[in-house]
């Protein structure tokens, strides 16, 4: 069984920049893709970006891609998400997942953390 707990989140001015981190214990990320997501208060989770298990193919979400990296230290088992000229629409509850699949679909992926609050402010 595989824990994710991500940290990072915090409040930022527009056009600021935040590093999330997620780290795995009871597993090693080398065996998953591993994605993050976010939900907005009201709105459905939405895919933002996911890294493959070697970490040689990444993809992102078309209101992200060019503003946030997501990277993997498989030494570290931990996974982190650069967050770049942030817009308060990025404003979400921003959460690490673990899956046996190459996916964008939150239904595809088996382990979650707990989510970890980013707030930009205009």
């Known amino acids: 069984q595989v824990q994710l707990v991500e940290s990072g989140g915090g409040l930022v001015q527009a056009g600021g920049s935040l590093r999330l981190s997620c780290a795995a214990s009871?597993?090693?990320?080398?065996?998953?893709?591993m994605a993050w997501f976010r939900q907005a208060p009201g709105k459905e989770r939405e895919f933002v970006a996911f890294?493959?298990?070697?970490?040689?193919?990444?993809r992102y979400a078309d209101s992200v891609k060019g503003r946030f990296t997501i990277s993997r230290d498989n030494a570290k088992n931990t996974v982190y998400l650069q967050m770049n000229s942030l817009k308060p629409e990025d404003t979400a509850v921003y959460y690490c997942a673990a899956s046996s699949y190459y996916s964008i679909y939150v239904t595809h992926y088996e382990y979650w953390g707990q989510g970890t609050q980013v707030t930009v402010s205009s």
């Open positions: 890294i493959s298990m070697s970490g040689s193919s990444t």
């Open positions: 009871g597993g090693t990320v080398s065996s998953y893709t």
